[in-house]
């Protein structure tokens, strides 16, 4: 295959996407099946320089620095960054060089040219310590090392690596590398030695969604790690057209989403290229175009309505509020007309009275959720009520029996809807909590991907060869997390050991989040700590104290327990102070956080368990204590998780 010139490469405008895409097919029709399966690459010159403008005033810092390229393949986007940057130094690695030679020698014999070209296994991590070992990189060493720094760790802005993570890993390689990199992050190895660094990463849409999830059920171990690494993550480029979450999510936390965005891009006078502009949800068909007249409820499109969309596009179908003829067909008539064609019209029949209910469960569901979320409101005012020692336990009924009256208006509002749209609703709701940060006490989201500044841009698949959507995703690290911060006291003391097995540790109690991620926060304590009560552990990890419920709150929840709590005031002065006479209404039992799952734990949380832990008289000595305690085996395999297989 004839080069692509050097002189093309680097500079605008490039060749168009159908160059490249033709290019690289040729490429990948001439390889024999191999452990390195076909890798997505971006084809569009527009793309690439629509990126840059997007990262452009945060790449200020790393101008002239040294860039890791991994993966580069056709080197598109790498040429492209060369240019912007002007890089130090430029190493491509990538080992596949029978396939990608054409595309990446012109790169590195251009006259003074900073690529080099190193055929090594980024896989294999021990090519990272090469790379500074053997003097690829002979600036960086001349720095100390991040663990050496008296005053903490910090960044590393003269390094960046940019990374094309559509590659599977060969046979055998368990582990994935993008999460290894950021888990270095940890104890500053790989290409953290000197500081920690960013990633500018190339990903397949469904592994971006792993890492940075849109909807808290989808938040596993990988996007608990990712967090708790990085102070940034930042999806530049994405499908905005994938549906499936939209729905998960709801219309009106989407809207409160879309305007809280809008206003912190404007406020950062972000600017989006023409075209490059996040699409809106597709909402769901009307159910009154083809069937009786109802009230329309916007909401998002789900996955099965496409199937009811291309049904009704038949321009033979009948009208669906005549109803379907009852019992057997005529004998006059042998052949079925369409109106008794299973494949179809009752398809579609059942179908339609889906989207009917469907819509109705929606109508309900915008009646309550307002509701629900002012219960919420009040529980939190009862908690900081009681937290002041002059709430009186008249105050304290007052507002339990409004608390509880409301809780009877929803469920009186949910009575005539079934388990599976109560279901739903639940869902739709512990979205709406987990955003709004109202259990929490924050007041911020939980998912990083809520604390977007900028929507990403939309890109088209036609933009990559072969076509598959995928997303550039930007990796900021935190240097000032509270786990680099408990590294630098272990450093000090000289018990770097201990910090090591809590990490290993750490990473199995991440590991709950996805499988155990419906427990309580509760079931995953009590065989951390045996000895301990809840009341006793709130105490000692205050940021659990948030996340629990104190006894009042539980004792609103049941009816019987209400009449209870209503005799105190029969029994009590209730004038007086509620920490003098029924103290224990502020406390918090042992089944405080029945209603906390884990995977609504931020990752901060889950690093003061580990903390308290290894603390206390119930800790781990060794590696083998973690197993039995957060899962054995199971989350052992874990720590080679893959994306799109395994335990992600």
């Not at 191999?34 to 629509?50: E, G, K, M, N, V």
């Not at 398809?347 to 919420?376: G, M, S, W, Y």
């Not at 009256?405 to 869902?427: G, I, P, T």
């Not at 029924?582 to 995977?599: I, M, Q, T, W």
């Amino acid at each position: 295959m004839r080069a692509i010139p050097a002189s093309v490469i680097p500079k605008s405008p490039f060749p168009p996407s159908n160059v490249f895409s033709s290019a690289i097919s040729a490429v990948m029709a001439k390889r024999p099946p191999s452990f390195y399966q076909p890798r997505s690459h971006i084809a569009s010159s527009l793309l690439c320089d629509d990126i840059l403008q997007r990262l452009g005033p945060s790449l200020k810092r790393h101008s002239s620095c040294d860039v890791i390229d991994v993966f580069p393949g056709a080197g598109l986007l790498s040429a492209k960054l060369h240019n912007h940057l002007k890089p130090r130094r430029h190493l491509l690695i990538e080992p596949n060089a029978n396939y990608y030679e054409s595309f990446l020698k012109p790169l590195t014999e251009e006259p003074d040219s900073r690529f080099k070209h190193l055929p090594w296994d980024p896989l294999d991590l021990k090519t990272y310590d090469d790379l500074f070992q053997l003097g690829h990189l002979p600036e960086q060493a001349k720095r100390p090392p991040a663990s050496s720094l008296g005053s903490g760790c910090a960044t590393n802005d003269t390094l960046l690596v940019l990374a094309n993570m559509t590659v599977k890993p060969q046979y055998g390689k368990p582990y994935t590398l993008l999460l290894r990199y950021l888990e270095a992050c940890f104890d500053q190895t790989l290409f953290h030695r000197y500081g920690l660094v960013r990633v500018i990463a190339l990903l397949s849409s469904d592994d971006a969604e792993v890492l940075l999830p849109r909807v808290v059920s989808r938040r596993r171990r990988s996007a608990a790690i990712a967090e708790a690494a990085c102070a940034e993550i930042t999806e530049v480029a994405g499908d905005s057209r994938r549906e499936l979450w939209h729905s998960q999510k709801g219309l009106s936390t989407l809207e409160i989403s879309r305007k809280q965005v809008e206003k912190r891009s404007k406020h950062s006078n972000t600017i989006t290229p023409g075209g490059r502009e996040a699409s809106g949800p597709e909402l769901a068909p009307d159910p009154g175009k083809h069937g009786k007249r109802v009230d329309y409820i916007p909401r998002p499109k789900r996955p099965w309505h496409d199937t009811y969309i291309e049904l009704t596009r038949d321009p033979n179908l009948p009208d669906l509020r005549v109803p379907s003829r009852r019992g057997r067909p005529s004998l006059k008539n042998p052949k079925p007309t369409d109106i008794n064609d299973k494949s179809g019209y009752d398809k579609v029949i059942a179908l339609h009275r889906r989207l009917v209910h469907e819509n109705r469960d929606e109508e309900v569901f915008r009646k309550t959720e307002p509701r629900v979320i002012h219960i919420e409101k009040l529980e939190n005012e009862m908690v900081s009520m009681l937290q002041t020692k002059s709430s009186t336990l008249a105050d304290a009924l007052n507002l339990a029996e409004k608390i509880h009256a409301k809780k009877r208006e929803v469920e009186e509002q949910l009575s005539s809807r079934n388990s599976v749209a109560l279901s739903r609703f639940d869902s739709l709701m512990e979205e709406r909590m987990c955003f709004d940060g109202i259990r929490s006490g924050t007041k911020r989201p939980l998912l990083l991907w809520d604390k977007r500044l900028n929507e990403p841009l939309d890109i088209g698949s036609d933009e990559f060869t072969p076509n598959n959507l995928c997303s550039v995703v930007d990796f900021q690290p935190d240097p000032n997390s509270t786990i680099i911060k408990t590294q630098q006291k272990h450093i000090k003391n000289k018990t770097i050991h201990q910090y090591h097995l809590m990490i290993r540790a750490y990473r199995h109690l991440m590991g709950t989040v996805t499988t155990h991620n419906q427990k309580s926060v509760g079931e995953i304590l009590r065989p951390m700590f045996p000895d301990r009560s809840m009341s006793n552990l709130i105490q000692s990890i205050p940021s659990l104290a948030p996340f629990a419920r104190i006894k009042i709150l539980q004792m609103i929840d049941s009816k019987m327990q209400m009449k209870r709590l209503t005799s105190l005031s029969e029994t009590s002065d209730i004038n007086k102070p509620v920490q003098d006479v029924h103290p224990e209404l502020a406390e918090y039992d042992e089944n405080c956080f029945g209603s906390v799952k884990v995977r609504h734990l931020p990752s901060s949380v889950l690093w003061d368990i580990i903390v308290e832990w290894q603390g206390s008289s119930s800790s781990f000595e060794a590696e083998t204590d973690i197993y039995k305690v957060l899962g054995g085996a199971r989350l052992k395999r874990m720590e080679g998780e893959a994306f799109t297989t395994g335990f992600a």
